[in-house]
C-alpha cells in the first residue's frame, strides 16, 4: 500500500510530465497563427526549429550527469523556469531572427525538463519500487492532447495567440514554485548514494553495441519511430490549418488526436505485449503506422484525416517498449547502455524529423512531405521482418545438432 508521500511523489513527477505536455501540445496548434505573423515559409519555420535541435542536445547531455549530482527535483524546477521564460518570449517574437533565438533557447529548456523529468520517473521507480513509467509517458501524451484541444476552443473564441504564450508561463512559474517547496520528497525522486551505484562501473564503451546488427537495425526502427512521432506532433495542426485551410478546432484536433492514441497506446502497449508476440506487434505497427499516414495525405476529408492520425499514433506508441524489451534480450549484462545508446539515437530522429518535415514542404508543400512518413512506416516494417528472419536464423543455429 502507497504512503502518502509516496503518492505525493507520484504527483510531483508526472506534474512534470503534465507540463512539458502542455508546453508542446500548445506550441503545436499555434505554429500557423506564428507562421503567419511573421509571414514565414514550412521551410524556413523548419531550419528555426533545426537551430532548436542545436540547442536542446547539449541541454539533455549534461542535464543528465546534474541531475544525478544535485538531484532531480532542483533540474525540475530550474527546467520550468526557463521554458517559463522561453514561452512568455514567444510572446514578443516579431522577425525571424528572434524566432530563431527564441526557439533554440525553448528547445534547449524543453530538453532539459524531458531529461529531469525522467531522471525523476526513474529514481521514484528504483526508490519504491513501483513501476509507473508508462502512466508517467501516458500523462505527458494525455496533457497534450488536452492542451491541443484548448488552445484551440481559445484561439476559436478569438482569444490572440500571443496571450496564450505568457498564460501558460505563469503555469511552469507556479509549478516551479511547487516543485521548490517540496524537499521532503528528495528522498523518492533523487538518485540515492550507495555503495553499489558510486563504485565506477566497468567501461566497456557504448559504440561496440552498435556492432552487432541487431541492435543496430533495432536503433534504426527507433529512429524511423521517433521521426514520425516528432514530426506529426508539430506539423499535423499546421497541415491541417495552413495547407488545408480548415478551422481551427479541425487543426487543434490533429495533434490533440495524435497525442490521445499515443497515450492509449502506451497504457494498452503492456496488455498486447502479454498476448502477442513481440516482433509481429512490431511488423504490423510498421503496417498501421504507414496506412494511417497514407490515410491522412490521400483525402481532403477531414474525418479520414483525422482517423489516420489516430492510426498513426496508437500503431507508434507500441514500438518503444518493443524495441527496449528485444535490445535487453541482445545485451542482458549491458540493459542500460544498450537503452541509453539507442535512445539517444531516437531523439535525434525526434529533433530532427520536424525540421527535415519543413525543408521537405518549401519544395513539396506539406502534403507531399507528409509522404515521407509513409516511407518511415514501410522501413519499420522491413527492418522488423529483417529483424525477425535474424533472430529466427540464429535461434535454429542454436538448436542444430552438434556433429
Request: charged share 10%; aromatic share 12%; hydrophobic share 55%.
Amino acid at each position: 500500500m502507497q504512503s502518502s508521500q509516496q503518492r505525493a511523489a507520484f504527483w510531483l513527477v508526472i506534474a512534470g510530465f503534465f507540463a512539458l505536455g502542455i508546453m508542446f501540445g500548445a506550441w503545436q496548434v499555434m505554429i500557423p497563427d506564428l507562421q503567419r505573423a511573421l509571414g514565414i515559409s514550412e521551410g524556413r519555420f523548419g531550419f528555426a526549429l533545426t537551430c532548436g535541435v542545436v540547442g536542446s542536445f547539449p541541454a539533455m547531455f549534461y542535464v543528465g550527469r546534474w541531475a544525478d549530482r544535485w538531484g532531480a527535483r532542483y533540474l525540475m524546477l530550474i527546467s520550468c523556469v526557463l521554458c517559463a521564460i522561453a514561452y512568455a518570449l514567444l510572446a514578443l517574437v516579431n522577425d525571424f531572427f528572434s524566432l530563431v533565438l527564441v526557439v533554440f533557447f525553448m528547445l534547449g529548456a524543453a530538453g532539459a525538463l524531458d531529461v529531469a523529468i525522467n531522471a525523476a520517473a526513474v529514481n521514484y521507480e528504483q526508490n519504491t519500487q513501483d513501476k509507473k513509467m508508462s502512466f508517467f509517458h501516458a500523462g505527458y501524451s494525455g496533457m497534450a492532447s488536452f492542451a491541443a484541444m484548448m488552445t484551440g476552443f481559445a484561439l476559436f473564441s478569438g482569444v490572440p495567440f500571443r496571450w496564450i504564450y505568457p498564460t501558460i508561463s505563469l503555469a511552469f512559474l507556479i509549478l516551479s514554485f511547487i516543485f521548490w517547496r517540496v524537499r521532503s520528497l528528495d528522498n523518492l525522486i533523487h538518485q540515492q548514494k550507495t555503495l553499489a551505484n558510486t563504485e565506477k562501473a566497468p567501461t566497456t564503451g557504448r559504440l561496440h553495441l552498435l556492432r552487432q546488427p541487431i541492435i543496430l537495425w533495432l536503433s534504426a526502427v527507433i529512429v524511423l519511430c521517433f521521426f514520425s512521432e516528432g514530426s506529426l506532433e508539430l506539423w499535423s495542426a499546421a497541415y491541417l490549418r495552413s495547407s488545408l485551410d480548415l478551422p481551427v478546432l479541425i487543426g487543434a484536433a490533429g495533434p490533440a488526436i495524435f497525442h490521445f492514441a499515443m497515450m492509449t497506446g502506451r497504457l494498452s502497449s503492456g496488455w498486447v505485449l502479454r498476448y502477442f508476440d513481440r516482433l509481429n506487434v512490431l511488423i504490423v505497427s510498421g503496417v498501421l503506422a504507414s496506412l494511417g499516414m497514407f490515410l491522412a495525405v490521400v483525402t481532403l476529408n477531414p474525418s479520414i484525416i483525422l482517423l489516420g492520425f489516430l492510426l498513426a499514433g496508437l500503431s507508434l506508441a507500441a514500438i518503444v517498449p518493443i524495441v527496449f524489451s528485444l535490445a535487453g534480450d541482445r545485451a542482458p549484462s549491458q540493459a542500460g547502455e544498450v537503452i541509453s545508446v539507442i535512445t539517444i539515437l531516437g531523439y535525434a530522429g525526434f529533433m530532427l524529423g520536424p525540421s527535415l518535415i519543413g525543408g521537405l514542404a518549401h519544395a513539396w508543400g506539406l502534403r507531399g512531405a507528409f509522404m515521407a512518413l509513409i516511407v518511415a512506416g514501410i522501413g519499420i516494417f522491413g527492418i522488423a521482418v529483417m529483424i525477425r528472419k535474424k533472430i529466427h536464423t540464429s535461434a535454429s543455429v542454436v538448436k542444430a545438432p552438434q556433429a
